[in-house]
């Protein structure tokens, strides 16, 4: 992971995922993780820290997975800059069981901060488990934000 940043022309793409028990621990840990992941030197860190956190949270808070003892999966996927974060808890009878990438309506804080920060985001049902669901954004590197 060490040398990803400085891949050169070579364009790499390094994907890390870790499944965090659905508990008030989790965010930090996700935190933890994405700092590790993405690197003190990305330019984007904070806000990848910041919006990861604010998805974990409403995995605890607000899907079933506390509930069910289901684990919440985060995935990072970095390619030179550019990064991307999926979040996966196990669904919600209420909330994103729709496609549906840009609807606030519903929004608190977190969300908006999301819409703020991403290039994209977005949130669909995950088709091989009925019950589970990710919610994802894309940070671009600032240069072409
Ligand atoms: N992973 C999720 N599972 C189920 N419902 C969710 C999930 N994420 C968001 N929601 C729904 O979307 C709403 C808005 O989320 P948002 O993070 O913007 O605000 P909040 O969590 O209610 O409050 P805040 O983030 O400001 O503390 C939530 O109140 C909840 O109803
Ligand atoms: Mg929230």
């Not at 994907?15 to 330019?43: C, I, K, N, S, Y």
């Not at 079933?64 to 974060?85: E, F, H, K, N």
Request: hydrophobic fraction near 40%.
């Amino acid at each position: 992971m060490a040398g990803l940043h400085k891949a050169g022309t070579a364009r790499m793409t390094a994907t890390r995922r870790r499944e965090l028990v659905p508990d008030d621990r989790a965010p930090a840990q996700a935190r933890r993780f994405v700092a590790g992941v993405v690197g003190a030197r990305h330019p984007r860190l904070d806000d990848a820290i910041l919006l990861t956190s604010e998805l974990v949270t409403n995995s605890v808070e607000h899907s079933r997975s506390r509930r069910m003892g289901v684990a919440i999966t985060v995935i990072v996927t970095l390619s030179g800059q550019a990064l991307r974060v999926c979040v996966i808890d196990a669904g919600s009878a209420t909330w994103g069981n729709h496609e549906e990438s840009d609807t606030l309506m519903e929004a608190g804080r977190g969300l908006r901060l999301v819409a703020r920060l991403a290039r994209n985001w977005g949130r669909y049902p995950l088709q091989s488990a009925p019950e589970g669901r990710v919610v994802w954004f894309e940070l671009a590197q600032p240069e072409s934000r």
